[in-house]
């Protein structure tokens, strides 16, 4: 362990020419600190300072101790049935009440306790959970250079925590220093964006040596930062030691939540706290959420209320008639009634006063139109039903041990009624793990695996008939599903040819391109391998998945890269000549990061030969035109093969390489140099200009195919929803290729759709961006975002005429942030509804919940979002139905969302059987409530015509409270429970076929996916 | 998860959904017919079976001198309030037969008269001062001293006081009053240590006066009286004659008519009725199970000859409301 900590000791910022380049300065934004907005103090390691800024601790429930009992109660009588009731129950204490009190106060204690044991039980849950994350530990600073562990819930601002290896940050953490010199550290943001690649943090130079406990001893220094605000990707703020001020950026800040990984440990000052940290001020308190059904089912209530209130009237009119008639000038009619000496409720010589007071006893009565058990029954019959969907063993994930779980059992059958899917990608369309599986090397396509998307195309063409019985038998396709999962594989490699494998290669006609392809692959990357001494294995830590794949499958065809120091990579390659394994050392020179404007990729190593070559690989968008003239050998194959695979939804990279003689790379070295230490503000141009001077005259080797592992059964899934009529969203964090990419493998997008993309790419707005003129950027940004929105539109109307052609949206963060604007949003809304597909990438959390928001309030129709990460919580929460995966990590999703399920396709069975039979239920329980109710409400007011409108009820008491809440209720709940219109097996193909007759222009088809019985009844009162 | 799998828990228990084919449905209406018809033949012909004599006798009984001022005659308690009226039998009545008076535009079901009783009261000695739910007549003033009624409250003070003697062949037919009430009520609603008292002592008198010297639970009128009816027009039990009655007897009715139905508007009845597997007389519920077994045969028979004249393939999709009319919304 210890040699391997020492190994490991290199100054990674070294291979990162980007990335960590982009340090701040102390102008432009960091001007504002000390301002509004920007008026944060931090003192760091000062026991003494007070500082009023809020404590670690969390609380996520909705009551507490004592608020419980008021703030419930008040829950419990806002609703109007309720609050009727409560006002009825007060009345019922006076003379006025047709019955005894207790009957009309029992039946209300029985159902308002109920449901507050009810939220009491679900409350205490999240106190739970709350307490075990404000007690988790870390070691925190107590003085004099000791570090002693405390609960998370007692770290205060300007605390120094040590947070070690595969730990949680405990809150918004100013990265000081770590276990490496440079005070780099890798954090997992699985929990904040859901992705699982390592992100790197580095401190600031001045801090980096505090490596050790006892440094500070001494240690103060002032933070002076932003105020606390949801933006996880920005922060600003200024670090003052030692008489300095050093800028601060996003890359110093550790975020509560994320992990520590691949770092012994961190040394870091807190900033901000509890409810303070981003992720916290990012989470929006938990909306109560209510169905649609239940909405509509207000609406028919408070038509009823009318309804009582127009009967209660008309029968005090009456009785107001009735009594002036029993006293005839002093004489008495009824005389058995003693019309002479009554009591002001009845007596003939006050009429008016009479019938007002009747007014109210006739409320009580016919109180009986309003379903006191409506919401009490509702609530268990839905809680039973999610008995059903916990206990369903087709969406039990058996491999995980994780069964779906409906957390709020508000909304089961809001799950039948769902418009618009809002998904997440990495972690719900996609198992976040890239697999290498096909490859082109010398125009030649290795790799028979087949991907899911093969497999679906498969499906499509294959006869009517067996895709029927797909349908049909559900049993058997999950065995297939179930079989292709227990195959054992190497995680990221999923590649079988046998002309490569196993050292044949040597056989191939174009060996030595072949091996430089594959030494490509082994050294072009910045990954991390880490040795296991006991069995010699190597893992690696890589940026990103696709990465990771690649050094695997290099390692798996024979070029095992295994160590990595600061200026060399060490490969065990097959060598063709020999046979045997040699270890071959690549002294690594220069490494040109990727990022999203290169598009690439390269190295520039020398190898033990004293050969220079740079290797490069990078999209092909970018590639084909670096290739030399003498490099172009095999472009053609290559391309059809590119385009083969990217049909098959498959990551494409192209791999090419250069070989340089020793005073190109001096030449091309000093001008690198001198870039890199430039400290203009267009430093990052000036790498970018001289990279590119080098990445030419390529010769080109192949290409490799990755496939972003979509889980099991997605296209499948999406499909059949997609058919059902339901459209699906895309919100990712990802980047625009990969989200595209994504989608073709998903069947969201496809060969032949017309794309639009709304971007900020444009070169002006980068130009304004280098500028710097915030006003003129925002300006400019808004103008395109909004021209090019436009311009999507008329294209759509354009074509809407002509051709059947399906349109699909991509957008980016950027643009989506003012697309967003209330002045576009419509607009943009417009345009996204009338596409097939739309997919937004680079979108932040906020961004997220927004655009759910949006869709939710824009179409009124119903919004499901699924997603797995922490970043999905804003969007889950702000849909209609949050379903959050329950994935190997990251429990936030799941505990903000309403039902959790393991896997993406049992969506499909939730939606159209659990959802149909549910709002199926729902919808007939509702309606046979108020049938029985009315009728009987009915009776009462009928019987009023016999006994002269006297108020006297034609049942007795208890009868009367408890045919409501018991007698009749037990028919109905078993309705509501075990109702099947349809058996499961059918409901798959019953929909589609519905939803097809209904695009087919024939509108709502009775006995489908809504229930006509509810919509005939719904739309008398709506 | 496995463990607790069960057909139950799945949803996947068996299940029988009943699709309505011509057969199926000519099947259930023949059936209905076949079981309704006969129930209903029976049930009236039971209701006919009843042989029920109805008298109306509050405007007969009223003397022509005081035709035009009913309501004086009943409240003066000086005329002579003895009426005898003759009936005639027409077929055989069978021993029992049950003597009713019949009120109608009597409201025993008002709110007002409802409440005004204590249960308590009547059930309990101890109780007796447990009066507050039958103002007006809870207390009464005697020698200044307010003493409260036993029983109180609306119900019992307008007890009804009509009573009826009949002669058969100038013989006294028996009319046993006992065993009227239900005996639930005479053993545990009305108490047999509780005795009337206070009752009708003063003021404004209502119906009948009570014997001070029987305890409630013996006084059967009352009982019957205390259990009010639900609608306006109602029979309550006056006795049973355990005698039967031949066919074309003339009988003789002796009614004192005492109650005060005048001022309200109100008719009064003298019922002899006797009583089968059905009851009284009902015939709505014969009549009702002939109409609707009558109903279901003709359906029967009218679906069994459009199955036969022009039957449609099952299940034919062009029937559909979207392709019967395609292109159209709805």
């Known amino acids: 362990m210890r040699g391997r900590r020492r190994m490991r000791k290199i100054r990674l910022s070294k291979i990162y020419s980007f990335a960590l380049c982009g340090k701040g300065t102390l102008e432009g934004e960091h001007s504002q600190i000390g301002g509004q907005g920007f008026s944060r103090v931090v003192f760091c390691n000062e026991e003494g300072v007070m500082q009023n800024y809020s404590d670690n601790s969390v609380r996520s429930t909705k009551y507490t101790a004592v608020s419980f009992l008021p703030k419930s109660l008040f829950e419990q009588f806002r609703r109007v049935a309720n609050f009727y009731f409560l006002v009825i129950g007060v009345l019922a204490m006076t003379k006025l009440a047709p019955y005894t009190a207790v009957s009309a106060i029992v039946p209300l204690c029985v159902i308002v306790g109920a449901t507050m044991i009810k939220e009491g039980i679900e409350d205490w849950r999240r106190k739970t959970q709350d307490i075990e994350v404000n007690n988790r530990k870390v070691k925190v600073h107590k003085g004099d250079g000791v570090f002693e562990y405390t609960e998370w819930k007692n770290l205060r601002v300007g605390n120094i925590v040590k947070v070690e290896k595969d730990n949680f940050f405990p809150a918004d953490l100013l990265l000081l220093s770590s276990s490496y010199e440079d005070a780099v550290c890798y954090v997992e943001t699985m929990n904040l964006d859901g992705e699982t690649n390592l992100k790197l943090k580095q401190g600031l130079d001045v801090t980096s040596s505090l490596q050790d406990d006892s440094n500070f001893r001494d240690f103060k220094a002032v933070v002076k930062c932003e105020d606390p605000n949801a933006n996880l990707y920005s922060f600003i703020g200024s670090l003052e030691f030692e008489e300095q001020k050093y800028p601060l950026s996003p890359q110093q800040l550790l975020l509560r939540d994320s992990k520590l990984r691949n770092t012994d440990y961190v040394f870091g000052a807190i900033i901000f706290t509890g409810h303070d940290t981003k992720v916290i001020q990012n989470s929006t308190d938990p909306p109560s959420k209510r169905s649609k059904i239940e909405r509509k089912m207000d609406r028919i209530i408070y038509f009823l209320f009318c309804l009582l209130f127009l009967i209660a009237f008309v029968g005090s009119i009456l009785f107001g008639i009735a009594t002036k008639d029993e006293l005839d000038n002093g004489v008495m009619k009824r005389w058995y009634l003693r019309p002479d000496d009554s009591t002001i409720f009845f007596d003939p010589k006050r009429v008016a006063s009479a019938a007002i007071f009747h007014f109210l006893t006739a409320l009580m009565l016919y109180g009986f139109f309003i379903p006191i058990s409506l919401y009490f029954s509702i609530e268990l019959v839905k809680v039973l039903q999610s008995i059903f969907i916990n206990q369903d063993v087709h969406m039990y ?21 769902v418009d618009t899917i809002l ?5 719900t369309l996609t198992c976040n793990s890239m697999e290498f599986i096909k490859c082109s090397i010398a125009g030649v396509a290795y790799g028979q695996g087949v991907t899911e998307v093969e497999q679906a195309m498969d499906r499509k063409i294959g006869s009517p008939l067996t895709h029927e019985q797909v349908y049909g038998t559900e049993s058997e396709s999950d065995e297939n599903r179930k079989s292709s999962d227990r195959k054992t594989r190497i995680k990221g490699f999923n590649f079988t040819d046998e002309r490569i494998m196993n050292g044949n290669w040597v056989n191939e006609p174009h060996a030595d391109v072949i091996q430089k392809f594959f030494r490509v692959l082994a050294i072009c990357h910045t990954a991390i391998p880490e040795v296991d001494e006991d069995t010699g294995n190597v893992s690696y830590e890589a940026e990103s998945p696709d990465e990771a794949a690649f050094v695997i499958s290099a390692k798996e065809i024979g070029f095992e890269f295994f160590k990595r120091t600061q200026t060399s990579l060490s490969v065990n390659e097959w060598d063709p000549v020999s046979g045997n394994k040699v270890e071959r050392m690549y ?17 520039i190593v020398k190898d033990e030969e004293g050969r220079i070559s740079l290797l490069c690989k990078g999209a092909d968008s970018v590639m084909f035109e670096r290739l030399a003239l003498n490099g172009r050998e ?6 059809e093969h590119v385009q083969q695979y990217a049909d098959a939804g498959l990551r494409t990279l192209i791999l090419a390489y250069r070989e340089l003689d020793e005073n190109e790379y001096k030449e091309f070295n000093n001008a690198f140099y001198e870039a890199k230490n430039s400290v203009t503000a267009d430093q990052e141009t000036l790498i970018e200009e001289v990279s590119n001077k080098i990445e030419r005259n390529l010769i080109l080797l192949g290409a490799t195919a990755v496939e972003d592992k979509l889980q099991n059964g997605v296209p499948d899934c999406i499909e059949k929803l997609a058919r059902a009529g339901i459209k699906i969203w895309v919100l990712t964090g990802d980047k625009m290729e990969t989200a595209i990419n994504i989608g073709f493998s998903c069947c969201l997008l496809r060969q032949g759709m017309r794309q639009i993309i709304i971007h900020l790419d444009a070169p002006e ?48 963060g950027k643009s989506l942030a003012y697309a967003l604007d209330d002045s576009m949003k419509n607009l943009f809304l417009e345009l996204a509804i009338r596409c097939a597909s739309v997919i937004c990438c680079r979108s932040s959390p906020k961004q997220k919940a927004l655009v759910t928001k949006l869709v939710k309030s824009g179409t009124r129709k119903t919004t499901l979002a699924i997603g797995d990460g922490a970043n999905d919580v804003g969007m889950l929460q702000e849909a209609d139905i949050g379903i959050g995966i329950s994935g190997f990590e990251g429990m936030q999703a799941v505990m903000s969302s309403d039902i959790a399920i393991a896997q993406f396709w049992y969506l499909e069975r939730l939606l159209l059987v659990h959802g149909h039979w549910c709002y199926r239920r729902m919808s007939s329980m509702i309606c046979y409530f108020f049938y029985k109710n009315i009728t009987f409400g009915f009776t009462l007011f009928l019987y009023e015509v016999y006994a002269s409108f006297s108020g006297e009820p034609a049942y007795n008491d208890w009868f009367l409270s408890l045919y409501s809440i018991l007698f009749s209720s037990l028919p109905v709940i078993a309705l509501g429970v075990f109702d099947q219109d349809v058996s499961a097996s059918f409901l798959n193909y019953t929909n589609k076929e519905c939803k097809m007759s209904s695009s087919a222009g024939a509108g709502s088809s009775a006995g489908c996916s809504t229930d006509s019985l509810v919509r005939q009844w719904f739309s008398s009162f709506a | 998860m496995n463990s607790n799998y069960s057909r139950f828990t799945q949803q996947e228990l068996p299940a029988w959904q009943p699709i309505l084919t011509p057969r199926w449905v000519i099947t259930i209406f023949t059936l209905i017919a076949l079981v309704f018809i006969p129930v209903g033949l029976a049930a009236f012909s039971a209701s006919q079976r009843v042989v029920e004599v109805e008298y109306e006798y509050d405007t007969e009984c009223i003397p022509d001198s005081y035709k035009d001022n009913a309501t004086a005659y009943i409240k003066d308690d000086n005329t002579n309030k003895t009426c005898t009226q003759k009936l005639s039998i027409k077929s055989k009545m069978q021993a029992p037969i049950f003597v009713y008076y019949q009120l109608d535009n009597f409201y025993q079901n008002h709110r007002r008269y409802v409440k005004s009783r204590s249960d308590e009261q009547l059930r309990t000695k101890d109780k007796e001062n447990d009066v507050s739910s039958c103002s007006p007549e809870d207390y009464v003033t005697i020698n200044n001293k307010s003493e409260p009624i036993v029983p109180c409250g609306l119900i019992a003070w307008s007890l009804f006081n009509d009573t009826y003697k009949i002669q058969n062949k100038d013989k006294e037919v028996v009319i046993n009053k006992t065993n009227i009430a239900w005996a639930s009520d005479r053993t545990t609603k009305f108490g047999s240590d509780v005795y009337p008292k206070n009752f009708q002592a003063s003021g404004l008198i209502g119906g009948a006066k009570l014997d001070p010297t029987k305890p409630l639970s013996e006084q059967e009128d009352l009982i019957v009286w205390m259990r009010t009816a639900a609608l306006p027009k109602f029979r309550k039990l006056y006795g049973k004659i355990e005698t039967d009655l031949e066919a074309n007897d003339e009988i003789v009715v002796v009614i004192e008519n005492n109650y005060n139905t005048y001022e309200f508007g109100g008719k009064k009845s003298l019922v002899l009725s006797t009583a089968t597997w059905i009851g009284g007389r009902n015939n709505f519920l014969g009549i009702a199970y002939v109409v609707i077994g009558s109903m279901s045969l003709l359906l029967a028979l009218g679906f069994l000859l459009l199955y036969i004249l022009k039957p449609r393939p099952l299940g034919d999709p062009t029937y559909l409301s979207w392709n019967k009319n395609p292109g159209g919304l709805r």
């Open chain 1, 397 to 417: 994930y058996e491999e995980a041990d994780k069964p779906a779980h409906a957390r709020t059992s508000n909304l089961n059958e809001e799950l039948g009624q």
């Open chain 1, 423 to 427: 998904s997440d990608k990495t972690g």
């Open chain 1, 587 to 603: 002294q690594l020179l220069n490494v040109l990061e990727f990022n999203s404007s290169r598009k690439r990729m390269s190295v």
């Open chain 1, 634 to 639: 095999f472009e053609d194959k290559t391309l």
């Open chain 1, 765 to 812: 707005i980068q130009a304004l961006e280098k500028g710097g003129d915030k006003m003129a950027i925002s300006k400019a940004s808004r103008e395109s975002v909004l021209r090019q929105i436009s311009e999507a539109a008329l294209q759509l109307t354009a074509s809407r005429g002509a051709s059947q052609q399906a349109f699909a949206l991509i957008i980016d």
